[in-house]
């Protein structure tokens, strides 16, 4: 999946490389957003995190929500197997963390970081949590639903529409899937 317009080192400024969060209205200048080194940290405790289902059923995928200073507010792995709970995605738990530690659904000026694309259903919820930003790790081209297979978050018909940046770290999250499914064989 290289190559691809989303797949760009963080800016040193909001804004992605395709110019979305300046189309819709917002100057990027005015969002808040952690640093590189928040987001890089944020993104080794995500894995930390995934990596703690390894040795258990449950897909390694860890989950982080940074808040607008960078502070962690929320975080989760995949629990889907543990907690019998189609629902229990890294992402979805990291949410509700963040809201109950910020007491609001509303997660404005927040950034989610994930190791692995999210789905739709962790996408949708992107959306109604209104955070601004997702980065990820590993594009998930079977199921990915922020530019793979579609793209929830920037669907031109929502007011809200989230920023992405793609590939961080890409190379240790797809590895840790593919060890994970290939021990399954
Ligand atoms: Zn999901």
Not at 128 to 154: C, E, F, I, M, Q
Request: net charge negative.
């Amino acid at each position: 999946m290289m190559g691809r317009v989303d797949v760009a080192p963080i800016p040193a400024r909001p804004g992605n490389a395709t110019g979305d969060a300046v189309a819709d209205g917002r100057a990027a200048a005015d969002q808040a957003a952690p640093d590189r080194s928040a987001v890089d940290a944020a993104m080794a405790l995500a894995l930390d995190l995934a990596r703690d289902a390894l040795g258990t059923d449950d897909v390694p995928v860890g989950a982080v929500v940074l808040g607008p200073a960078g502070q962690v507010l929320g975080r989760g792995r995949n629990r889907r197997e543990a907690d019998a709970d189609p629902t229990a995605h890294a992402e979805l738990l990291a949410l509700r963390e963040a809201a109950a530690a910020l007491g609001t659904w509303r997660l404005e000026g927040c950034t989610l970081v994930v190791t692995l694309e999210p789905c739709t259903m962790c996408a949708g919820a992107v959306v109604l949590s209104r955070l601004d930003r997702v980065v990820l790790g590993a594009w998930d081209p079977k199921a990915g639903a922020t530019g793979s297979v579609r793209d929830v978050v920037r669907d031109a018909r929502l007011n809200h529409r989230v920023e992405v940046v793609g590939g961080v770290r890409e190379a240790e999250c797809a590895a840790l899937l593919r060890d994970f499914f290939a021990g399954r064989r």
